[in-house]
């Protein structure tokens, strides 16, 4: 299990601009992505994983949102893990931000004095946020950008530099059923039914409140 990293300050301001990609990459965690992409889109938005090998229902794909992931090792927080809305059935955090490679999802009243704070995300782990109260004076994983797409109207999340090497895998080490996104799945994970995985892209979309 991974240690317990030092906690990132919320990105507190609201941003009510439509997407609007920089023309240029930003930061290490964009490098290698397409002219366009950026660490630090200038808008919120939520998440939505699209099948990249079988049908969807509509257009922006399955919506993501945090829901309770495997055991943490530290008393002082627990591991929250991206999971889809039809396993996990209620949203306590409503919207995501970015900002400088840092992934930020933001809690809404249920969750008020508490922050979601991302760390490193290795080959085969969930993606998941240390969940704890809100602290400041961040050192953050600095992993995520919103990797422009010429052929979609949404960019993508990229984790590692990489926006095509996400999975849905079914969980196994919780009592409740849920369904969560991974990075680089493999069998050598017990924390997911790796038999269950299949790939998706996963859409930034603007968020309207």
Request: aromatic share 12%; proline share 7%.
């Amino acid at each position: 299990m991974f240690a317990l990293v030092s906690f990132l300050a919320l990105f507190s301001a609201s941003v009510s601009a439509m997407p609007a990609l920089s023309v240029r990459q930003n930061g290490a965690s964009c490098t290698g992505l397409a002219d366009g992409s950026t660490d630090s889109p200038a808008y919120n938005f939520t998440l939505a994983a699209y099948n990249t090998t079988l049908s969807n229902t509509n257009s922006t794909g399955a919506p993501l949102v945090l829901g309770w992931g495997p055991a943490g090792t530290s008393p002082a927080a627990s591991e929250w893990a991206i999971s889809t809305y039809a396993a996990w059935h209620s949203n306590e955090w409503p919207y995501f931000t970015l900002s400088n490679g840092a992934l930020f999802p933001i809690p809404g009243p249920d969750e008020n004095g508490l922050g979601a704070y991302d760390f490193t995300v290795a080959s085969g782990a969930e993606v998941a946020f240390y969940v704890t109260e809100h602290e400041s004076d961040p050192e953050p994983a600095l992993i995520y950008c919103a990797s422009a797409d010429a052929d979609s109207e949404y960019a993508k999340l990229a984790v590692n530099n990489d926006a095509d090497s996400l999975s849905l895998c079914q969980a196994t080490t919780a009592a409740w059923p849920n369904t969560v996104l991974v990075y680089e799945a493999n069998s050598n994970n017990t924390n997911y039914d790796y038999s269950t995985c299949y790939p998706v892209q996963v859409n930034i979309v603007p968020y309207e409140a």
